[in-house]
């Protein structure tokens, strides 16, 4: 009798796992770090990382439909960071690295994006303003 009440105790605990991050209020992440310490806001994301290696990625949520400008600004003593604006379907819109730190895009409140950021050993701070 506990094993159903169990399955239906994790089927639960799951959808709404899964509503949260479809949503935009849970992260996803694979990393390896000293210290990693994400943030995310209202129109911005900010990390603050030691010797991260990994990925980090969450759905987007953008209020409005409109031609957005993202902002890198990527204040690393070693390392690197890339930040990658993804599709429904996760097919890349953007990319952003220290070298290519700003795009303008187009973005449709009916679309669902994500934001997958890409840490390689990296050690400093970063934000991303949109």
């Avoid at 959808?15 to 129109?43: D, H, M, W």
């Avoid at 990658?84 to 187009?106: A, F, G, H, V």
Wanted: aromatic share 14%; with cysteine; glycine share 4%.
């Amino acid at each position: 009798m506990n094993i159903p009440f169990f399955i239906v105790l994790f089927a639960v605990v799951f959808a709404f796992i899964y509503i949260l991050y479809r949503q935009g209020f849970a992260v996803l992440r694979r990393t390896s770090a000293i210290v990693l310490v994400f943030r995310r806001g209202k129109n911005e994301d900010k990390a603050t990382l030691d010797s991260c290696t990994g990925w980090v990625k969450h759905a987007g949520r953008f209020r409005e439909s409109k031609t957005y400008e993202f902002l890198l600004d990527a204040q690393l003593s070693k390392g690197n960071v890339e930040v990658i604006l993804l599709d429904r379907k996760k097919q890349p819109l953007m990319k952003l690295n220290p070298q290519s730190p700003t795009c303008k895009i187009e973005l449709d409140i009916r679309n669902r994006y994500y934001l997958r950021w890409e840490f390689k050993d990296a050690t400093g701070k970063c934000e991303l303003r949109w």
